[in-house]
Structures are given as structure tokens and as C-alpha cells.
């Protein structure tokens, strides 16, 4: 089994967002691998398919981002899903918009959301796809920053960054994940 995660705010008022692109990397993958998000469980929507032997799910948590953890450990527990078929999809000030960067396990790095999942799943050895929405300007915060859409000269940077992110996870179902890190960073 593999779960896949993008993290985001729900509601209408976050859709297309910076801190919203985990959720736009999942609305991919469901469109690209044909699974329907059709599932309300967990605190969050989900949805699942079997694809070359493999269980797929993917989850959008609706706890908000901070408290990403209070869902996806729960459905991880239900379906007994290995840590180590868990990738996690969110936005990163660290890269600029467009960048993408796959990594195995790490830290935080100040992202609320991440650090909910290490609280509740006890461990920071998760898959991560790290997807760039740049740091704010020197007159924006961080919080005003992340709950902001994308300029318009970001979309076609972020569109290509989502659409990689979501080909990762893909590749993901199927190969060795830093065989999919080789290929994608």
C-alpha cells in the first residue's frame, strides 16, 4: 500500500493558494491515475485504486494545515499503512516557484503542517516532495505570503511544479523512491 498526502487548507477561501499546492499536486494525481476523492473519513477526503498490485491512496487532510497529523495518522492506523509508504506533498519558502525537491526524511524546517505529521506519526523518516512557492517580500509576511495566490507571472512556474510533483508520485506507485528523487530533482 502507498498513501500519498498533500497538504492544504480547506474551503474555498484557500483554493489556489501557496500553502494549497499539496492539495493541487493530489487533484493531479487523481485526475492523471483516475481515482476518485470520493471518501470523507479520517478528517479529511480521500480516495483509492490498485494499480499494479499496489493499493494507491490519496488524502487531502481538512484539519487545516497545522493540524495535518490528526488525519493522516488515523487512516495510516486504520489500514496499516508501513511509514515508509508514506510521501507527503507541501509548499516550501526555501524554493523558489517552480523548483520541486524529493527527499526521504528530514526535519521540519519550520512548516506547521510537517511538524504536526512528526508529532503524531513519532518520526520524521517520511518521503517528502518539497514544492517551491518562493519566501515573501520584504513588505509581505509569512502568513500573508502563503495564503496569497500566485502572480501571474508565478502560474505557468507553479503549474509546471505541480505537474512534475504529481509525475514523482506516479513514478512513486511503481519505483524505488530514490530511483524517483534521480529522476525528479
Avoid at 31 to 43: C, E, P, Y
Wanted: charged share 25%; aromatic share 8%.
Amino acid at each position: 500500500m502507498k498513501l500519498i498526502v498533500g497538504l492544504g487548507n480547506p474551503g474555498k477561501k484557500y483554493e489556489g493558494t501557496r500553502h494549497n499546492v499539496g492539495f493541487s499536486v493530489i487533484d493531479q494525481c487523481a485526475k492523471d491515475l483516475m481515482i476518485d476523492i470520493d471518501q470523507s473519513k479520517f478528517k479529511g477526503v480521500y480516495g483509492y485504486k490498485t494499480i499494479e498490485g499496489e493499493k494507491v491512496f490519496l488524502l487531502k487532510p481538512l484539519t487545516y494545515m497545522n493540524l495535518s497529523g490528526e488525519s493522516i495518522r488515523p487512516l495510516m492506523d486504520f489500514y496499516k499503512i508501513d511509514i515508509n509508504d508514506l510521501l507527503v506533498v507541501y509548499d516550501d519558502l526555501d524554493l523558489p516557484v517552480g523548483k520541486i525537491r524529493l527527499r526521504q526524511k528530514g526535519g521540519h524546517g519550520g512548516h506547521n503542517g510537517i511538524r504536526s505529521i512528526i508529532s503524531h506519526l513519532g518520526t520524521n523518516e517520511f518521503k517528502r516532495i518539497r514544492v517551491g512557492v518562493d519566501r515573501p517580500t520584504a513588505d509581505d509576511t509569512v502568513i500573508n505570503h502563503v495564503l496569497s495566490t500566485f502572480r501571474p507571472d508565478e502560474r505557468d512556474g507553479i503549474a509546471e511544479a505541480v505537474e512534475q510533483s504529481a509525475k514523482a508520485c506516479e513514478a512513486w506507485v511503481t519505483n524505488d523512491f530514490l530511483q524517483v528523487m534521480n529522476e525528479f530533482n
